[in-house]
């Protein structure tokens, strides 16, 4: 586990008194120019803040949490599974007193330096990671820095000894992907897209492996059932569906990793004059107001985010306050059928 430096590790480095890096670190007089710039050279080598110096001394508790986004910006405006999730989060949070410090950056190189200033400047106790992705390298950053940490999605790799317990909270995404084939297959779709979300997401990577492995199960190929990527943004949601539908043998059904993409493919579907459901069925993997005063309303997975949101925040504070680290399952989603999916009927 990483320690934080001290004023006293960058008096030793620096050649000077404590006394004289407090001055120059504070912007008091008795230091030279000189003396004051290589100090402050000094700490920012070490990675020292200077709001982390009481509580540094105090071992006293921030008091709040992180999360830090790594999406692009513009998706997230539309997307309602964030705010569900941040309502729940917030919720339990709120009762125990703890604040929820919240950071969107562009990529997971930016987090990663995010949870790095936040360690410094002792602004957090513990981090909310959400996204886990293949080759993920913050579970071994948050284990170095000693920054206790619950990942929503799936679990971080095994910690060393010492480091603190890295717990995480998750969803069934392979039994509802399953659900929705055997939805699917049932009314006779033969012919299968999924319209995927970020390619290096783990829960990306899942669905679309539990896709595969049921259509093989079923004796559908690639040619007849497969997945495609996208940023989760309703542009490239109705992007990918002109495409899938331009195709000698289009899709007889469209799975989409959100409801902002579903309602997107679907308004695409009527601009074509392909009529939902009876040319195509449509199914969102997220349900919301959306997907239920969509005409027709859509098929959708249908789950509890925000109760997802508290078990993770509820996990967080167990593991702050000396519980032991662990999985902890959400409740699996559940396929609500409506007007969008019905048996396919012939071209």
């Keep these: 586990m990483a320690r934080r430096p001290t004023i006293k590790d960058i008096a030793r480095q620096a050649g000077v008194s404590e006394s004289a890096v407090s001055f120059a670190l504070n912007d008091r007089p008795g230091v030279s120019r000189d003396t004051r710039a290589r100090i402050r050279r000094v700490a920012e080598e070490l990675g020292w803040q200077a709001n982390s110096a009481a509580r540094a001394l105090s071992g006293e508790r921030s ?24 309502s729940g989060i917030q919720e339990v949070l709120s009762a125990a007193r703890t604040a929820l410090l919240f950071q969107v950056v562009e990529d997971v190189d930016a987090e990663c330096a995010v949870y790095r200033r936040w360690w410094a400047e002792r602004r957090v ?15 071994a950053l948050l284990a170095e820095l000693g920054l206790p940490a619950v990942t929503i999605g799936e679990p971080g790799p095994p910690t060393g000894t ?8 998750r969803a069934d995404d392979a039994g509802a992907m399953t659900e929705v084939l055997e939805h699917l297959h ?9 319209i995927a979300g970020l390619p290096g997401l783990a829960h990306t990577v899942r669905r679309m492996e539990s896709l595969r492995a049921e259509a093989e199960r079923r004796g559908l190929g690639p040619d007849h059932v497969r997945s495609v990527v996208t940023d989760y943004s309703d542009a490239e949601g109705a992007a990918a569906t002109r495409r899938v539908l331009a195709e000698p043998r289009p899709p007889t059904a469209l799975v989409y990793d959100n409801d902002v993409m579903a309602v997107a493919g679907s308004a695409v579907a009527a601009e074509l004059g392909i009529p939902v459901p009876h040319r195509l069925s449509i199914v969102a993997w997220d349900d919301s107001a959306l997907c239920r005063v ?9 789950r509890d985010t925000a109760g997802f949101g508290r078990l993770a925040a509820e996990e967080l504070l167990s ?3 000396g519980g032991p680290a662990g999985v902890r399952e959400s409740e699996r989603p559940r396929l609500e059928p409506r007007e969008s999916t019905a048996p396919p009927r012939a071209y």
């Design 294 to 302: 969509t005409h027709p309303r859509l098929t959708a997975l249908v």
């Design 186 to 194: 049932g009314l006779g779709h033969r012919r299968i897209v999924h």
């Design 63 to 86: 008091g709040a949490v992180g999360l830090v986004l790594a999406r692009p910006a513009h998706t997230l405006g539309v997307e309602s599974f964030f705010l569900q999730l941040v």
């Design 125 to 139: 106790d513990g981090v909310l990671v959400v996204d886990p992705r293949t080759g993920d390298p913050r579970p």
């Design 162 to 169: 010492g480091a603190p317990p890295v717990s995480a909270v």
């Design 319 to 321: 593991v702050l306050a």
